[in-house]
């Protein structure tokens, strides 16, 4: 038996006003690969600044293993990316300080050259960012993140504004950092193009109203209570696609 990575125990969180979380309990384990699944509003991000340690519960505990190293990419539409920077740079000014100058050195350099070709990017080196598409930001932040050496990898509406190659790119991308032992946790409101390709999925309205596997959670009751409107759940290729059921029978069903 492993240790939990994090552990919430009846976290409550609010900015002042109604409560954003109310009573989560939940446990990311070493190796997990979770999405947190619900609209905006429903506290997908506050629970994710939770578990980076960057909000504090207004009520309950968050217990987090000794020395644990957490990694957080953010949501793209965040970043300003006119800032003067190439992509090696905005890579290694992620890593941990660790002199008075802080210079990088060659073995930094060779450590960003490295990740760099991990994820497929190595001839972007030298480019600025504001000169990327979709798919190669999001591999330079996600470099971001592997720098720093996580065991945990949190990632804020990765897919989202992206087109549906970059999805899959992300998709299969961030499957084979899991299979290496690092555990994911992102947000995401996508059902169809990214919910229901992942392992486990925690359903989140202001509280947990469901985890477990896709099959378990991309049912009509939770997504109802998730998402406020009624759903019909077809099977395809063996995953379940969300469909507007408020579309006529005759109509061309509208997929979420």
């Given amino acids: 038996m492993t240790d939990p990575l994090i552990a919430l125990d009846g976290v409550g969180f609010t900015y002042g006003g109604a409560p954003v979380l109310r009573d989560v309990s939940y446990v990311v384990e070493p190796g997990q690969f979770t999405g947190i699944v619900g609209p905006s509003g429903s506290g997908k991000t506050t629970l994710l600044r939770l578990l980076l340690g960057s909000l504090k519960p207004s009520r309950g505990r968050v217990v987090r293993g000794p020395g644990l190293a957490v990694s957080y990419v953010p949501q793209l539409e965040t970043v300003n990316w ?5 992509v090696a740079d905005c890579v290694i000014m992620s890593r941990k300080p660790t002199r008075l100058i802080p210079r990088p050195t060659r073995t930094e350099r060779a450590e960003v050259a490295e990740v760099l070709e991990r994820l497929g990017i190595a001839d972007l080196a030298a480019r600025h960012i504001r000169e990327l598409s979709g798919g190669q930001q999001q591999r330079m932040f996600l470099a971001r993140a592997l720098i720093r050496r996580p065991s945990l990898l949190l990632l804020d509406e990765p ?5 549906v190659q970059t999805r899959h790119e992300v998709l299969h991308l961030l499957d084979d950092l899991n ?8 947000t995401t409101h996508d059902l169809n193009g990214m919910a229901a390709h992942l392992p486990h999925l925690l359903a989140l309205h202001h509280t947990v109203i469901a985890s477990g596997t896709p099959a378990e959670v991309i049912v009509p009751s939770v997504v109802e209570q998730v998402f406020g409107a009624r759903m019909e759940i077809l099977q395809h290729l063996g995953l379940p696609l969300v469909v507007d059921s408020a579309e006529g029978v005759d109509s061309p069903r509208r997929a979420v």
């Fill in 179 to 186: 299979r290496d032992g690092l555990a994911i946790v992102l």
């Fill in 82 to 86: 006119n800032f003067p920077v190439t």
């Fill in 159 to 163: 897919t989202s504004g992206v087109d």
